[in-house]
């Protein structure tokens, strides 16, 4: 949707959309689902966790890239070992801004950086299982690769999500989810050759 003067509504969402080259059927149909979503009226609605059955969240999996090793993290929720990454917080609406601030806060790594630079690496359209809280619905998650050169100073933000450096075979093998082991092989043909 547009605005009076013809401007998208959320042009910094518009643009990272129009810029990415989804990969394969399942990330078309998906990009087509969040450029659908990003095209509402109020930016703010598109990010609001109370926007169901599909809102938008941000995440990055985080990379070192001198030793090739990727970042996992104990998802709760999800039971799961997934990348960094969520919900923006109340007036957030950069997609690259809340993958930062997820990853600092995910993390204690404030060194985070987009690498190897700030293009959108993987669009996956994800399902959320119910809580008690909140109905099942679907997260249109926009992920970013970001590196720390500093990966030993990584902390778990709470005893219940530790994290792990990995290598991407390793980080294939522990995860269980097909989209994330997508995003890792996008990473590992970024990295640098061993």
């Not at 450029?35 to 070192?64: E, G, K, M, N, Y």
């Not at 990966?151 to 290598?167: F, G, I, K, M, V």
């Amino acid at each position: 949707m547009e605005s009076t003067d013809g401007s998208p509504q959320n042009p910094d969402l518009a643009r990272l959309l129009d810029r990415h080259r989804p990969q394969g059927p399942v990330e078309t149909a998906d990009h087509q689902r969040a450029r659908r979503l990003a095209d509402v009226t109020d930016p703010a609605v598109a990010w609001s966790r109370s926007t169901f059955p599909l809102h938008f969240t941000a995440s990055a999996l985080i990379v070192h890239p001198p030793t090739r090793r990727v970042l996992l993290r104990w998802h709760v929720r999800q039971q799961a070992w997934l990348h960094v990454g969520g919900h923006g917080d109340p007036g957030e609406t950069l997609p690259l801004d809340i993958a930062l601030r997820e990853g600092r806060e995910e993390t204690g790594l404030t060194d985070l950086t987009p690498w190897p630079d700030a293009a959108l690496v993987h669009l996956a359209v994800v399902p959320v299982p119910a809580s008690p809280v909140e109905p099942a619905h679907e997260h249109a998650d926009l992920r970013f690769l970001l590196a720390t050169g500093t990966p030993d100073r990584a902390r778990p933000e709470n005893p219940a999500s530790p994290l792990e450096w990995l290598t991407v075979e390793e980080a294939r093998q522990r995860t269980t989810e097909e989209n994330l082991r997508q995003t890792l092989d996008r990473a590992a043909r970024l990295l640098p050759p061993a």
